[in-house]
């Protein structure tokens, strides 16, 4: 399981969301983020669940591409629920685009 978690979602954020996920692994955290972290066969709605419930720090990505994504708006969902509910310690908002 990963220490930061990030949401994103839409083809405009993808090349910041790889800078971020580098940047954050050059210094040494382990980081979820789908295109990268998923093995074949794993079943999509599990393993994200089962990061952001298990992440240190979760990273959500806004822009006027992926608000609009339904699975953006079910991991911004899940997050409260696993604050209240794990050791996430952080919900960090980043805006990647416009708005």
């Not at 399981?1 to 954050?24: H, N, Y």
């Not at 310690?89 to 805006?95: D, L, N, S, T």
Request: aromatic fraction near 6%.
């Amino acid at each position: 399981m990963s220490d930061v978690f990030i949401s994103w979602g839409g083809a405009g954020d993808k090349a910041t969301v790889g800078e971020m996920a580098s940047r954050l692994a050059n210094a040494g955290l382990s980081v979820f983020e789908y295109t990268r972290s998923m093995d074949p066969g794993d079943a999509i709605d599990i393993r994200v669940m089962q990061e952001i419930d298990s992440a240190k720090a979760a990273i959500v990505c806004l822009s006027d591409t992926s608000i609009p994504r339904e699975w953006v708006g079910n991991e911004i969902a899940w997050l409260p629920h696993t604050r209240r509910n794990s050791g996430l310690r952080a919900i960090v908002p980043v805006r990647t685009g416009a708005l």
